[in-house]
């Protein structure tokens, strides 16, 4: 690595590290500044007398200043001893116990959708402009414009409680077995996955149209090579770069929340529905914890996608460079 | 959930220039002369698909507008009002609006309840047409909202460089670090209890401003990334620099030199953001966090739907149905549009 790529490196760690303190402080500010109510009072119960919210405010340190209370919340988040307002259990248990099921799903989706939308996209470009191509550029864009959770409750209506063919929601670990958790994975896979192959499906088709008309191409067929060789070997590589991005920042993005409105429809009790129920209750501490979980997420596939750009091409650490 | 990749979004932003007629020297129906603007007017009237989801889009607009007119003329009810008690007449026979298990009725096909009751006994059509209002409404005030906000971000990144640079764009990076949902929901939660109080501004928690206000936000860096990209190259081109010599200041260089030329990106985001937005209420109203009852919107009107779909699927296929066409219309608008501003993806269609 040269030393110009490391100080790239160290400096979008740096950021990354700057942006998660800023999240973390924007999700404290919206629960302790906005009128949302004390929280100390929700958890006196129904019927609270003063000294009951009283000694609350103080066993939980509301009565501290802000940034005290801020500094303890992320000692405890750190320490993994955070523990909810409303359900007192431990904050980051939960999050670990819903992780194999937020992980399987978006995984699982991720390769459904990355597999289909390849397949479909190389298809489409060799048919432009016939009748198979625009029926999937309409069934692409009726897929990006469905909402998952309408999609998710008429799949696990029809196919599930009226055609019995899939379970009607719910989950089963993969160490219990194999079979069932596939089985009740099949529709939230494919529920979440239906816009994504949409999308890259679309933006496939006219990378590799754009390709095909490159000189390099035109290059590789007048060196003899066979229309299939230049197809799979200089096109379709060259036209993966940009979905492969896109990949790795949706994926994360789905395991930080995008994932929340698929496991509430299916009932999967993932990190995303844990983070569902807590905001009912504006139960700050898992709130937190899942919000920071998913920032973390995000920014993560952000800077390696970042960095793999940079490895790849030298002029983005120029630019990165401050120009000032 | 984000539709609109950020990738496309910046690439999207330095493709769309007007100022290209030479590329556009090829197309023959493209008389030498005319402005950009009546060039992508004419194209964009040759695209019929594109033409006939706007007009759908309208007629979607229209009917939500017309809505007190059926609830008042046709249906005979309100949005609001439950007939749980009442009866209708269905192949001549009195039929129970909502039976003693509690099922509603599916479509009539007449004017009452023409496309079926609720489980509390109300017209699932009047409800569709006033959802449809607020949905609607959310979906463009929140695509404005975001165009505003964005675009003078962009503006003032780009334009100024330097320190209001670094300041709106490591803003933009933590919004973009955000999980969407979450921060969406956790915001509409906690506003749709205590209302908003900024001094002189009151907004109350069941206030349609909230979700609008939510969401306009997280789409800001969408449009705020590509606008401070092209303003950053359109800053060092002759014709700003040829306004800053002639002594032109910089408010006005950024008016009157430098926006014209970032409409082209505003109007291709505008119909897209449309459509992100009336989907991101949805899925707000669907957790709780967007339009509260009893008012509705599609959302929670499938939100609503989805509890009781093993009676009465049609409580959630209507409303679904309804918002799945008008952001479908939207999106193939859009995309016209898009064709129709952006030569070179002209080109790549006609392959």
Not at chain 2, 218 to 242: K, N
């Amino acid at each position: 690595m040269s030393s110009a790529m490391a100080r790239f490196v160290v400096r979008r760690l740096l950021s990354m590290l700057l942006v998660l303190f800023a999240v973390s402080v924007v999700v404290f500010l919206i629960f302790n500044v906005l009128p949302s109510g004390d929280p100390a009072v929700r958890m006196a119960g129904k019927i609270p007398t003063e000294t009951q919210v009283e000694a609350i405010r103080e066993e939980w340190g509301f009565d501290e200043p802000l940034y005290v209370q801020y500094g303890t919340m992320m000692k405890q988040l750190f320490s993994g001893e955070m523990i909810s307002y409303f359900t007192r259990q431990n904050v980051s248990e939960e999050i670990w116990k819903g992780l194999p099921r937020t992980l399987s799903l978006a995984i699982g989706a991720a390769i459904l959708w990355m597999a289909l939308a390849i397949a479909l996209g190389l298809y489409s470009a060799l048919r432009a402009g016939a009748f198979s191509d625009r029926v999937l550029t309409v069934l692409a864009l009726v897929g990006i414009s469905m909402p998952v959770f309408w999609i998710g409750a008429l799949m696990s209506y029809y196919l599930g409680y009226k055609a019995g063919i899939f379970p009607n929601g719910g989950y089963v670990e993969f160490a219990d077995s194999p079979f069932e958790w596939l089985w009740h994975l099949v529709l939230p896979w494919t529920a979440l996955s239906i816009l994504f192959i949409g999308f890259y499906s679309r933006v496939l088709r006219s990378d590799i149209l754009e390709t095909m008309g490159e000189d390099f191409v035109r290059t590789a067929r007048a060196k003899g090579l066979s229309e299939r060789r230049v197809l799979l070997k200089h096109v379709l590589r060259n036209s993966l770069i940009p979905i492969v991005t896109l990949w790795g920042l949706d994926f994360g993005a789905v395991i930080a929340g995008g994932a929340i409105l698929t496991e509430s429809v299916f009932d999967i009790q993932g990190v995303g529905q844990y983070a569902a129920d807590s905001i009912k209750q504006l139960d700050l501490p898992p709130i937190m914890a899942v919000t920071m979980f998913g920032a973390f997420f995000i920014v993560v596939f952000n800077a390696m996608v970042d960095i793999a750009y940079a490895a790849l091409d030298p002029r983005i650490r120029l630019e990165g460079r401050p120009s000032r | 959930m984000v539709f609109t990749s950020r990738d496309e979004a910046e690439s999207a932003g330095t493709e769309f220039s007007l100022d290209s007629s030479e590329q556009l020297a090829g197309d023959p129906a493209e008389r030498a002369g005319l402005g950009p603007w009546r060039l992508t007017g004419r194209r964009l009237r040759r695209d019929k698909v594109a033409i006939a989801s706007g007009i759908v889009f309208v007629l979607l607009i229209a009917a939500c507008l017309a809505a007190p007119l059926w609830a008042s003329e046709v249906a005979e009810t309100t949005p609001e009002e439950n007939h749980l008690s009442d009866q209708v007449l269905i192949d001549g026979k009195p039929t129970d609006v909502v039976d003693m298990l509690g099922k509603p009725i599916g479509p009539t096909w007449n004017g009452h309840f023409f496309l079926g009751a609720d489980g509390n006994g109300r017209d699932i059509m009047v409800r569709l047409l006033y959802g449809g209002r607020n949905s609607l409404v959310i979906g463009l005030a929140a695509a404005l909202g975001t165009i505003a906000m964005g675009l003078v971000l962009g503006l003032l990144a780009g334009y100024y460089r330097g320190r209001a640079d670094s300041v709106i764009s490591w803003a933009m990076d933590v919004l973009w670090a955000f999980p969407v949902v979450l921060l969406g929901v956790a915001l509409g939660t906690a506003l749709a209890l205590g209302g908003l109080d900024l001094g002189p501004i009151t907004i109350q928690g069941d206030s349609l401003a909230i979700p609008i206000l939510i969401i306009s936000i997280a789409y800001i860096p969408y449009l705020a990334r590509p606008v401070r990209g092209q303003t950053l190259a359109l800053r060092e081109r002759e014709f700003v620099e040829a306004a800053r010599a002639q002594g032109m200041g910089s408010m006005r260089v950024v008016f009157t030199e430098v926006l014209p030329n970032v409409a082209s990106t505003l109007v291709v985001f505008l119909p897209l953001l449309v459509a992100n937005a009336i989907l991101l209420e949805a899925a707000l109203s669907f957790l709780g966090a967007g339009v509260q009852p009893p008012q509705a919107s599609w959302g929670t009107m499938i939100a609503e739907g989805v509890e009781r779909i093993t009676s009465a699927p049609h409580l959630v296929i209507v409303p679904g149905a309804m918002l799945v066409l008008s952001v479908l219309s939207l999106n193939i608008f859009g995309e016209g549009v898009r064709d129709a501003l952006d030569p070179r993806a002209r080109v790549r269609i006609e392959h």
